[in-house]
């Protein structure tokens, strides 16, 4: 994920609108027309290309021919890449000058064609559309280098597509929500214009990195729910090649574009690739490709044809409550509770998810101790608590020693806990405990847990005179369950407890929590 950069225009509304492109020239020559008309001069524009657009040969012997000498003669097959989760792979063909001068990585670039001069992408963006949009080039951090950033490669996302599908949604999410933080952008809405994903599309498979982008987006939207806060997050869905082709239950608009194809025309014009598309009569097959269907550019790059097409779907936040801590404070909940000598704070030192996550500690002072953040929920008699929590260290000792991560409660009694807690047999284990009418009931786990380790930790609980139960899962494997129970004796679960809500005779403690999130059915890890 590269730096992002702040840049406040005072003209501008507070709402982001994000335009995701898989190559250097996705967004100028499918989504361009509509950015003109709707948004820019309107909103606050983050420009997001994913790959490194190094990887087309007939590109690369057109621009470093020596008649025109516009990049280096640096052109490599078989080149080694090293995938987000550190394995390599042979990506192909590859061109470190083509990506440099196409992606304005280390400078800005430019050659002349003619009566027209031809620009990386970012150089492109701020000559043809606004300095102020925020441009970001997408890169991974590198598994061996923690002070080193990877390209995602172009032409080589589909290698390892569920590494890189997962990853790329992750860093997404991240840079959208470091630039609406940054900037103070909205978080109740959000406009984002991408490649369609699969779930969307016949034709997403129009080019594997359209492809997997379009998915990576899609999971993007997830995380930017469950994990940052976000509202909703209205998108635009688009292929490149041809108008989209809408599965069942989708449904394509077309944005009438006529009064901005000159505009649309003269950003195409400025394509690093323009000329070689334009020139290089045995190699034209994209620029066929988005000249020769319902008149979608009907002559690249001059006449863009008179509309772009679309799938417009709104995504919601799922009913419920989620928070990240990305806000760097608790402001999400209600209040914090701590008994003397505990402390509760938000900070960076160690995430899950994000820059943030929220740390709790108690001293050992011993007998009953607590600290936790407290979130009030309308009253549910059907409830799953997620949350995703590291243990640096467990002041568990002695056996019947416990802390809880996760307390539900009905009004001002506590019905349901999840935490660890070391049996009678001296073992460490997980523990589920739920109210059956008055009584509390118990069970634990087969498996014992670790230290210094993220656990995805999920409660449910469900209230019934004789059908109540209690559920908990870790990292999505049910390890604890109690049926057929009175749950119902307390009513309604009306409030949310996380951190280390309840601490029985334990010594000093300390325990990280992220990405919680309250809702009405099963929620799960992360993907």
Known sequence: MSALVVQVNASLDSTLVVYIGAHPDDIDIGMSGSLYKDNVNNHPILWIVVTDGGADEGEYYFDSDPVRGWIEQDGLYDVEWVAPDGSKFNRGFYSEDLARKRCGIGGSYQHDYGSLIEYDWKTRVDVKVATSVIKNQMSYDDPFDPTHEILYPDAGLGVKESIYTRQLAKDLAEVIKETVRSNGYRFDLLYINSHAPTEVAENAYEHKDHKITGNAVRKAIDYLHTSYGFGLVSVNWYTIYNPIKPKPGYTRYQEDISMYKSMKSDLCKAVWETAYMDEDTDNMDRAKKVSDTEGYWNDYPNDPGDYEYAVHVDYQMAAGFQDGFESGSFSAWNSLA?????????????????????????????????????????????????????????????????????????????????????????????????????????????????????????????KGTTTGLGELWVDGVQVCSLTGKDTAYYGDATQVRMGLPLMYYCSSTTVYSDCISVRSSYIGPEA
């Open 338 to 462: 701590r008994s003397s000598g505990e402390t509760a704070s938000v900070v960076t030192t160690l995430a899950h998810h994000g820059k943030y996550s929220a740390k709790f500690t108690s001293n050992g002072g011993g007998g009953s101790e607590y600290t936790y953040c407290r979130k009030d929920i309308p009253s549910s008699a059907d409830v799953y608590l997620r949350g995703y929590f590291y243990v640096e260290r467990s002041g568990i000792v002695e056996n019947g020693d416990r802390f809880n991560f996760i307390v539900l409660n009905a009004g001002g009694n506590k019905v349901a806990y999840a935490g660890w807690r070391k049996n009678n047999n001296g073992v460490l284990k997980w523990c589920l405990m739920i109210r059956s009418g008055t009584t509390s009931v118990i069970v634990y786990s087969k498996s014992s847990p670790s230290l210094e380790r993220w656990y995805c930790i999920e409660l449910h609980w469900k």
